[in-house]
């Protein structure tokens, strides 16, 4: 199927997304902070957390009365070293960057800090935070819960989110090595992604009832939102090709992102009540920080981090493979890119944003497809 990709200036969908933010509620200094996380999703390639979840994540469930346009950031409780913040159901993004604010600061005085979140939204790609400590000279760590969508090992049910274990270091590269994916094989926004652009997912991404590989990514999506299909944990289906891993590891940071600031976990993080109502999702997150400095020379340390990735990508290369990559690299490459082709966006974002120019009355944006 022709998708008729155009490319669209990143600058032009912040500011665009921003002004629609402001439409819906979100006050104005908010509204650039969400707009920013987005579209940075874009610029790095991540083109399943960007503008494509623009509506249906965020605007959709401000306009759903589930999420608070106006972010009320309570401090329940704090140390030294810690803190548990409250969210109150307010934009994710400006809870997300605000706690790992927090997080950096209290790293800076003491030599760590971590803050943990409950009762959040969506914040977006975990990248964005741990990128905001790595370019602070620190080590960030970072991880949310999400609605169920990953079975456990041997199980069909979606129990657990796609769970992000992001950390982001900084080294004396141009990019900082940043880890950031689901403990999914796959995750909800790279299938709404495959949806989109009308492409059949790989085997092994999605299980139905049976245990069997879904492929449809619209099968897949409804059966998503009913309980009747999910994500398999990293590793794959059963425990073969150590999918019991992935699981150990959604469940490590679903004890995280719930255990600690007592927060809402699995089920009742469906964004549903019994009678299927939506309500608010709840979610949790967590932010630590080190600082590197507390235990050798910055220099040193990021020079050190620079040789290891170097020399693995310098190592023998797979026959047919002429590069071996690091994490971050790609993103970094796409950014690099991008920043001069701009985002891509084909047929479905081209309609959603003509759609929202128009529902917003922001006649004043033109784009490329117009």
């Known amino acids: 199927m022709a998708l008729n990709i155009v490319y669209e200036s990143s600058d032009k969908l912040e500011a665009f997304m921003k002004d629609v933010f402001i439409k819906v509620g979100v006050p104005a200094e908010d509204a650039a902070v969400c707009a920013e996380v987005l579209i940075e999703s874009d610029k790095r390639g991540i083109d399943s957390h960007g503008i494509g979840r623009f509506k249906p994540i965020y605007i959709d469930r401000i306009k759903d009365g589930i999420q608070n346009p106006v972010t009320r950031f309570e401090v329940v409780r704090e140390g030294p070293t810690t803190a548990v913040v409250d969210g109150h159901d307010g934009m994710g993004q400006v809870i997300g960057k605000r706690s790992m604010q927090m997080a950096i600061d209290k790293a800076k005085k003491y030599g760590m800090g971590m803050v943990v979140v409950r009762n959040s939204t969506h914040y977006g790609i975990a990248g ?15 991880g949310t819960n999400a609605r169920p969508s990953i079975a456990p090992t041997f199980g069909v049910e979606n129990m657990l989110g796609t769970n992000p274990l992001t950390i982001g270091i900084p080294s004396d590269e141009a ?35 049976e245990g069997k590989s879904e492929t449809d990514p619209s099968v897949a999506l409804k059966g998503l939102t009913d309980g009747t299909s999910a994500l ?139």
Not at 128 to 142: E, K, R, V
Not at 183 to 202: L, N
Not at 328 to 356: C, V
Request: neutral net charge; proline residues 3%.
């Open 175 to 209: 990019f900082p090595f940043v880890l950031d994916c689901a403990t999914a094989v796959s995750q909800r926004g790279k299938i709404e992604h495959y949806e989109r652009i009308s492409k059949t997912m790989p085997e092994g991404w999605v299980i139905d009832q």
């Open 232 to 370: 398999t944990p990293l590793g794959g289906i059963g425990d073969e090709t150590a999918g019991y891993k992935g699981y150990g590891y959604a469940t490590a940071v679903e004890i995280m992102s719930a255990a600690l600031q007592q927060g809402r976990f699995l089920k009742a993080l469906s964004g549903a009540d019994e009678n299927g109502n939506k309500i608010p999702y709840g979610l949790g997150h967590f932010f630590i920080v080190i600082d590197i400095s507390a235990f050798v020379e910055l220099d040193k340390f990021k020079k050190t981090t620079g040789d290891i990735l170097r020399e693995l990508r310098a190592s023998k290369k797979m026959p047919g493979r002429d590069r071996i990559y690091t994490a971050g690299e790609l993103e970094y490459i796409a950014k690099t890119s991008r920043s001069k082709q701009g985002i891509p966006l084909n047929d479905s974002l081209k309609n959603m944003l003509r759609a929202m120019r128009e529902e917003y009355k922001l006649d004043s944006y033109k784009f490329s497809f117009d």
């Open 128 to 142: 964005y935070y741990a990128t905001m400590a790595a370019g602070a000279d620190m080590i960030g760590m970072t």
